[in-house]
């Protein structure tokens, strides 16, 4: 069933690790047909700074989680709500 919210993930590609966790996140959303935009913070302190301050972190790193203005979490989080089948909660679409 497809979700009617949008779920942004923030991102930047400047490590490996930065990378496989953007694609385990996409292809989770992706598997479950939950809308989302990505989001790429690389080129614009602007939407760097937006993304830590969402995250509530001065060092937050990518990729953070948020649908509309909520913060929803980071990577390990993210895991976790898909490991406990919570994933909905997490995403703030229940």
């Known amino acids: 069933m497809e979700q009617d919210l949008l779920s942004s993930i923030m991102q930047q590609f400047s490590s490996q690790h ?21 989001v790429d913070i690389s080129q614009d302190n602007a939407l ?4 830590r301050a969402k995250a509530g972190n001065p060092k937050a790193i990518p990729p953070q989680i948020v649908n509309g203005d909520q913060y929803c979490g ?3 989080l ?10 909905q909660e997490f995403l703030k679409l229940a």
């Open 18 to 38: 930065e990378l496989r966790s953007k694609s385990e996140v996409t292809r989770i959303l992706d598997g479950k047909n939950i809308k989302y935009e990505l």
């Open 48 to 51: 760097r700074e937006e993304m």
């Open 74 to 76: 980071d990577y390990e």
């Open 78 to 87: 993210f895991v976790e709500a898909v490991e406990q089948n919570t994933l």
